[in-house]
């Protein structure tokens, strides 16, 4: 921050004051108004535009007692729980399947389409690791045991449910079938993939040239002989959780910039996990490849539609470091605190 925005959000009761320009002890809409337009600026200085339909629904959230006014109790809670983490966000690096199976092996994305190449997404997380200082940074691997169900040469391993229209012999690979297998009785929706990510093979480990910090936490996923897992949360069918959310939360991580592989399967699953569990998240565009481009607009579209972004790798460290504070994430956060008061 600089040295003017420090005297501004230099302390709670120091920012309710400079804010309640009437000093009637109270934040009215339009002084709460004039909080927003100095909390939501680029690293300008230059204040982003804000929607009504969203000033009115963060305003309402704070004004517990909905007496179109934010006393100092609500400001507290405003200050504690939104304001200061939209200026000193606790931020992770989540680099989703980097793995040599994904860039030249079984799944490699040099065979798709050019311009989403595997290996492009190197340089750029490898640069986002060194202009910035995450306060953690996570790498997800798919880690598949010998037997895993998404393997199209397991298919006979496992009987199909009476719904499926293709046969064990028919099936091809990326075809996608009904297994007969969950303990309730209810069909599971498996996709079959080339044999890929063993766990302890070539093809399961990290590239070569990714760069990857002595203090990096590792996430396996996709353990689960019997379960398939694209997100680095949960598996496909919430059966069970990674580590992933618990490491986050001892670290009380409030942002996840996402990147990896693939944009539309593995980075799309963390990704609207990610926005589920309750985390700010952003996209990082140009660290982040696919499969189709169809599929990768619709990982962005879900992605904005739930108050999350889109950035270039270059807009990473100006969020990072909360110089940054876009409206879209500031909603996101506040949204997320009002289900928790629901809640209570």
């Known amino acids: 921050m600089s040295e003017g925005e420090q005297g501004v959000w230099g302390d709670q009761e120091a920012a309710f004051k400079h804010f309640d320009k009437d000093q009637d002890g109270f934040l009215n809409k339009n002084e709460f108004s004039a909080l927003c337009c100095a909390l939501f600026q680029n690293e300008k ?9 969203i000033f009115d629904a963060i305003f309402t959230i704070f ?62 997380i490898n640069q986002l690791l ?13 880690w ?16 199909l449910h009476d719904s499926c229209k293709i046969t064990s012999a028919e099936a091809q690979v990326y075809d996608t079938v009904i297994f007969d297998m969950l303990e309730d009785g209810e069909p599971m929706v498996q996709k079959l993939w080339p044999r890929h ?14 760069k990857v910090p002595e203090d990096a936490v590792f996430v396996y996923k996709g353990t689960d002989p019997d379960v398939d897992s694209y997100s680095a949360f949960w598996d496909n069918i919430k059966k069970s959780q990674s580590s992933l959310n618990e490491e986050l939360q001892k670290r009380s991580v409030t942002d996840l910039f996402l990147c990896g592989i693939g944009y539309d399967v593995c980075v799309a699953a963390t990704t609207r996990h ?3 569990e309750g985390y700010r998240a952003v996209l990082v565009d140009n660290a982040t490849r696919g499969v189709c481009d169809s599929d990768i607009q619709a990982t962005k579209d879900h ?14 460290k100006g969020l990072a470091t909360g110089r940054d504070r876009h409206p879209v994430l500031a909603y996101k956060l506040a949204l997320d605190l009002s289900k928790k008061m629901n809640k209570k």
Do not use: M
Request: with cysteine; proline share 5%; aromatic share 8%.
């Open 197 to 210: 990510s063993v766990q302890n093979t070539w093809g399961s480990k990290l590239h070569q040239d990714l």
């Open 63 to 124: 004004d517990n007692k909905k007496d179109q006014v934010i006393d100092s109790d609500e400001f507290h809670y405003c200050w504690q729980q939104w304001i200061t983490t939209v200026l000193r966000p606790v931020t992770a690096l989540v680099v989703v399947d980097v793995q040599n199976d994904f860039i030249s092996g079984s799944l490699g994305l040099n065979i798709n389409l050019e311009d989403q190449h595997g290996e492009k997404v190197i340089p750029p």
């Open 274 to 276: 990610a926005i589920e």
């Open 303 to 316: 992605t904005i539609a739930n108050n999350g972004l889109i950035v270039h790798s270059s807009q990473v």
């Open 45 to 53: 200085g230059e204040t982003y535009p804000i929607e009504t339909t």
């Open 130 to 142: 060194d202009e910035n200082q995450f306060d953690v940074v996570v790498f997800t691997l798919d």
């Open 144 to 159: 598949h045991p010998e037997n895993h169900v998404s393997f199209i040469d397991n298919i006979h391993q496992r009987p």
